[in-house]
Structure formats: structure tokens, C-alpha cells
Nanobody
Framework: VQLQASGGGLVQAGGSLRLSCAAS????????LGWFRQAPGREREFVAT????????SVADSVKGRFTISIDNAKNTVFLQMNSLKPEDTAVYYC?????????????????WGQGTLVTVSS
């Protein structure tokens, strides 16, 4: 499955962005989904994951209450709604799909990755 992430950009602190990740090649059905991010000089870190069994979502503590992961099955697209953005949210954001329907907080458990989209939050 090929993933294409979009929606990044420059936003002021306190603003919002919605990232999209569209799948091609095959449906997202049966794949656990996730969003990760990587800031300059830092390791890739978990942001959010969506289990395809019951649709259970989980987000990192650093974004809890501000970020939401969701999916539009008809459009084969997963979203990351980001509100109340902070300068420390600045990073390249990656979407990912795992053959495990449960999703994961660990990047090594994902099999397919999008190319990344840059989010810059100014203070």
C-alpha cells in the first residue's frame, strides 16, 4: 500500500492544522494506522494510533486533548486533527500502516510509511 501525506504548513501557536494521509494500491481495511513525527536532531516519536478492531484510538501524552486521529473509510484516508498547536509540535509528520490491525506506538511495527509532511509552528 502506498501512503501520501499532506496538509502540513506554517501556523502560529494556538492555531490548527489537519493532516491527511491517503492510501493507494489497496484499502486501509485491516491495517492498524499511526502518525509519528520527527523534529530536527531528534528521534522519530509516536503521536497517535488507530486500531481497526473497534476503532480504538490512542495518542501520546504530549498531544492528548489537542490531537485526534480519525479515518474516512470511503475515502481511504486517515486524518490527524491538530489543535492548540505549540512551537514544540514543529516536526515532519509521517503516517504509517501496520499489517497488525491493532496499531502500535512503536514505529518498528509499521510496514508502510508516507513521505512526511512538514509542520512548523511559530511562537
Amino acid at each position: 500500500v502506498q501512503l501520501q501525506a499532506s496538509g502540513g504548513g506554517l501556523v502560529q501557536a494556538g492555531g490548527s492544522l489537519r493532516l491527511s494521509c491517503a492510501a493507494s494500491g489497496r484499502s486501509f481495511n485491516g491495517y492498524g494506522l499511526g502518525w509519528f513525527r520527527q523534529a530536527p536532531g531528534r528521534e522519530r516519536e509516536f503521536v497517535a494510533t488507530l486500531s481497526r478492531t473497534g476503532g480504538t484510538a490512542s495518542v501520546a501524552d504530549s498531544v492528548k486533548g489537542r490531537f485526534t486521529i480519525s479515518i474516512d473509510n470511503a475515502k481511504n484516508t486517515v486524518f490527524l486533527q491538530m489543535n492548540s498547536l505549540k512551537p514544540e509540535d514543529t516536526a515532519v509528520y509521517y503516517c504509517a500502516a501496520s499489517r497488525s490491525v491493532f496499531g502500535s506506538t512503536r514505529s518498528r511495527e509499521y510496514d508502510y510509511w508516507g513521505q512526511g509532511t512538514l509542520v512548523t509552528v511559530s511562537s
